[in-house]
């Protein structure tokens, strides 16, 4: 299966303690997003990735928030000094250029739970 | 503020019935519509997306989009017990993001 893929998908931590997520898009796909989901919600955009670049980073993306997307391809999602209330399924979705509508495929999301 | 606003649920309708699934957003901008389907505890599964004013249908999946008022609909045709999930309707302006509603709750009965 070619589909987007996040690790791990689970994450368990104690509030203060920093965390890493992976994304791995689907293959050739140069646009990445991150998301933000709590229960009853819709997914909340965090910071969009066109190939290396940055391109848009959402208010809701504090300064304990920091994405990179190093080569291109694979992406990460850090959150530093986590705090109860970041307690959410991160979810990656990504999206193939040359698309004008922008149809993003997600991962499984990464559920993080914060104690 | 950019809104999308969905009508959160349940929507209960019988198996092999119509289900018909609206959404509405703020922004007259707006380019490009989607749907997602999202069972319990997984992720957003994209069904269908529409860009211009009329139907598009694929399947037992229509799409409607009407820009004049804003509005964006998705209906089921011969609904299905495995049709039961939450379906997020999705706006694109023109940036990169999408803004999600917060789902509707949908529940086919046998």
């Known amino acids: 299966d070619t589909g987007v893929s996040q690790d791990p998908r689970h994450k368990i931590t104690k509030r203060g303690q920093n965390v890493t997520f992976r994304c791995d898009p689907i293959?050739?796909?140069?646009?990445l997003y991150w998301y933000r989901q709590t229960l009853g919600q819709g997914p909340e955009f965090l910071t969009y990735?066109?190939?290396?670049?940055?391109?848009?980073k959402s208010r809701l993306l504090s300064d304990r928030f920091s994405a990179e997307r190093p080569k291109g391809s694979f992406s990460t999602l850090e959150i530093q000094r986590t705090e109860q209330g970041d307690s959410a399924m991160y979810l990656c979705?990504?999206?193939?250029?040359?698309?004008?509508?922008?149809?993003?495929?997600f991962g499984p999301g990464t559920r993080l739970t914060v104690l | 503020q950019k809104e999308v606003e969905q009508n959160s649920g349940p929507l209960s309708v019988p198996e092999g019935a119509i289900a018909s699934l609206n959404c509405t957003y703020s922004?007259?901008?707006?380019?490009?519509f989607f749907w997602y389907r999202q069972y319990s505890g997984k992720s957003p599964e994209l069904i269908m997306f529409?860009?211009?004013?009329g139907d598009k249908e694929d399947g037992r999946f229509t799409a409607q989009l009407n820009k004049a008022s804003q509005y964006v609909s998705l209906l089921i045709r011969d609904s299905q017990p495995s049709d039961s999930a939450t379906y997020l309707c999705?706006?694109?302006?023109?940036?990169?993001?999408?803004?999600f509603g917060k789902g509707t709750s949908l529940l086919v009965t046998p």
């Open positions: 979705a990504s999206s193939p250029k040359g698309l004008t509508y922008n149809e993003q495929f």
């Open positions: 293959s050739e796909h140069n646009r």
């Open positions: 990735f066109q190939n290396e670049a940055q391109l848009e």
């Open positions: 922004d007259r901008g707006s380019q490009s």
């Open positions: 529409i860009y211009s004013n």
């Open positions: 999705a706006v694109k302006d023109s940036g990169y993001a999408l803004n």
